[in-house]
């Protein structure tokens, strides 16, 4: 469920990224208030453990597919919420740069989605009081049933994460309802997996080392979680600035952000947007060397998107002519590229750009 | 449990990699970050149906893995590898951005097939930047350049912690698993029960590693704090990398490359 970097606009991700990095600072502060100097290598040895845990499957009955362990859920409930969140972040940067799952600018949106919702909402709002109302010897099936209802909620809002930030980004044309009827259903059943898994595991510590996972018990590894409301109020109004600083930044067609934000502040442009906007196009005007390259009359303008006119960097209509050699261009600079790739083939690495 | 060897040979490959010494290698880590982010985002800021313009940001990662002598096909691979979810989402763009974009020689192409394509050509670039980036630095010299960007500590450590005992979780899991499978040569399956309590051993285990991992932290003067003993100074021949990075990302952004090369070319032809 690892967000693209190629689904994703600028302001988007960038949003997201904020609101991770904003988030991660929190968690930071909370730890670092902690007497607790075991905590780093027990985070750093479960974060790897996670890592591990999620190459081996079991399997489904009756299925013949297979699933694994999620690690949000598992690590709050092991280490609460704030540790949980940095270990996660730590595991989603790893596949990110190892297994290029997801991406660099979409890391941010991957963290809030895997990470935000299992360790903020998920267990400190349904596990947690769940888990404390069914006391200290609670059944078996019981705590399997809080343990699976937990991983799905968590997962669940994880999915619409990723569905709301592809949607705002515009890059892909799904529409809303369709996308929405792809994921949730889907990760409703990976949830349930997920959460079964969890629920063994847990299951298993449960018998074996009663402490580690005792909600009653404040003596265990877990750092005490509170449900952030301030941090996510400052983000919240993080978001919408950084929002507004960056949409000039996104493409010339007004996306799904620049939409939002219309809404949200009523203007049809947030702050300083429109400015930099037209800098940039009279900059591009200048530095263009040859910015009237279509030869051809345009043939039909019909799919020449509204609202951009007038902001500089407008799409050229059709125009036999400038696909032609918008064509030609790319594979031209394809074989370029390759010409240089070639030319600077090791042993030869020369010291220019 | 081939994954479990992929990971292995991964970050032992990716280490390797990273300990050569090249003209890449040379350069500040937090020139290199700073340049990956900023290539990042200028490849995402493109128009959705931009797909020419696009291609001319395919030198960076080109020349950057010659610079740093990074295996381009393996790069390659990984890329393809991590394509599906950009890939499935892209798919119904045709179905369902059917507006006329461009007119190749008579034919119609919709904005949905521009903009798949130019989802393809983002995946592409972006991994491909991400893997690179790790492929030249590493791992503790990008913790170390993260930490001295300001990242919380708490990270970069969890980040060291991380790379470190990954390679030994995971072996002790394949040696669990192949006990497990001599003994009941006959089970194909993993049925949930055995999944939980084998995985809840691993757990159990890692738990009092970290307990003596921490002792023997402790035993060597640790102070809440694992030093990072990477030092780098900044050298007129990084802001050069950054600063020439920068512009050639801005001129690609403002002006497209391609188009005027076929432009050059069609007149050429005629």
């Known amino acids: 469920m690892h967000m693209a970097d190629a689904l994703l606009s600028p302001a988007i991700g960038a949003t997201f990224w904020a609101a991770s990095a904003g988030t991660l600072a929190w968690c930071s502060k909370r730890l670092r208030s902690d007497a607790r100097d075991h905590l780093a290598p027990l985070m750093g040895v479960l974060g790897a453990f996670v890592f591990a845990a999620q190459m081996i499957n079991f399997t489904i009955p009756g299925t013949g597919s297979s699933g694994h362990v999620g690690g949000g859920m598992l690590l709050s409930i092991l280490l609460g ?21 997801g991406g660099l600018l979409a890391l941010g949106a991957n963290i809030f989605n895997l990470g935000m919702f299992p360790c903020f909402i998920a267990y400190p709002l349904i596990y947690r009081p769940l888990a404390k109302a069914a006391g200290t010897t609670p059944a078996k099936g019981r705590l399997v049933l809080i343990t ?22 515009g890059i892909s044309s799904l529409p809303l309802s369709t996308f ?6 889907i990760h409703l059943a990976i949830g349930l997996v997920e959460g079964l898994a969890t629920a063994a595991l847990i299951a298993f510590i449960r018998e074996a080392r009663p402490d580690l996972v005792d909600v009653g018990n404040a003596s265990a590894v877990r750092v005490p979680t509170a449900f952030p409301t301030r941090i996510v109020a400052v983000l919240a109004g993080f978001a ?31 702050g300083t947007g429109g400015a930099v906007h037209q800098a940039f196009g009279q900059l591009q005007q200048r530095i263009a060397l ?27 209509a059709i ?22 790739g070639y030319l600077l083939r090791p042993r030869r690495s020369r010291a220019t750009e | 449990m081939s994954s479990i060897e992929g990971l292995r040979r991964e970050v032992h490959s990716l280490d390797a990699t990273a300990g050569q010494s090249t003209w890449l290698s040379r350069i500040d880590p937090r020139a290199m970050i700073l340049a990956t982010l900023a290539y990042v985002l200028t490849v995402v800021s493109f128009h959705r149906h931009a797909v020419a313009a696009l291609l001319p940001l395919a030198i960076f990662p080109v020349v950057l893995a010659r610079l740093g002598n990074i295996d381009l096909a393996k790069v390659g691979l990984k890329v393809l590898l991590a394509m599906p979810f950009a890939l499935m989402v892209g798919l119904f763009n045709p179905w369902f951005d059917t507006n006329p974009r461009l007119n190749l020689f008579g034919l119609a192409v919709s904005g949905g097939w521009l903009s798949l394509a130019s989802i393809l050509v983002r995946a592409v670039l972006t991994v491909a930047a991400a893997m690179i980036l790790i492929a030249c630095i590493g791992m503790h010299r990008l913790c170390a350049a ?16 991380m790379h470190r005992y990954i390679l030994l979780l995971a072996g002790e899991l394949v040696r669990m698993n192949l006990a497990r499978e001599l003994r009941a040569p006959c089970a194909s399956t993993m049925p949930l029960a055995v999944y939980g309590s084998l995985l809840g051993h691993l757990l159990l285990r890692t738990l009092e590693r970290a307990q003596r991992i921490h002792q023997a932290m402790l035993a060597r ?26 512009a050639a990302l801005l001129l690609m952004r403002t002006t497209d490359l391609s188009a005027l090369l076929g432009h050059w070319l069609m007149k050429a032809v005629t």
């Open chain 2, 146 to 161: 993260l930490d001295r960007l300001g990242v919380p500590r708490v990270l970069t450590t969890q980040l060291l912690f």
């Open chain 1, 240 to 270: 919408l600035v950084t929002g507004g600083l960056f949409s000039w930044f996104a493409s010339a067609n007004p996306d799904g952000l620049e939409w939002s934000i219309e809404k949200v502040t009523g203007k049809p442009e947030a």
């Open chain 1, 148 to 169: 699976v209802l937990a991983t799905m909620v968590g997962l669940q809002l994880g999915a619409l994460g990723v569905v709301t930030q592809t949607q705002l980004s």
């Open chain 1, 81 to 101: 919420g704030p540790a949980a969140f940095v270990v996660i972040a730590s595991v989603l940067t790893m596949q990110a740069l190892f297994f290029a799952d």
């Open chain 2, 221 to 246: 003067g640790f102070d809440g704090h694992v030093p990072i003993g990477q030092v780098f100074s900044w050298h007129w021949r990084d802001t050069g990398f950054l600063a020439i990075c920068l």
């Open chain 1, 290 to 316: 040859m910015p009237d390259y279509k030869f051809a009359q345009p043939e039909q303008t019909t799919a020449d998107t509204a609202g951009e006119s007038g902001s500089g960097e407008t799409w050229p």
């Open chain 1, 319 to 340: 125009d036999a002519g400038t696909s032609t050699a918008g064509v030609l261009g790319g594979l031209g600079t394809l074989l370029l590229v390759t010409v240089i």
């Open chain 1, 180 to 185: 929405l009827l792809l994921m949730q259903p």
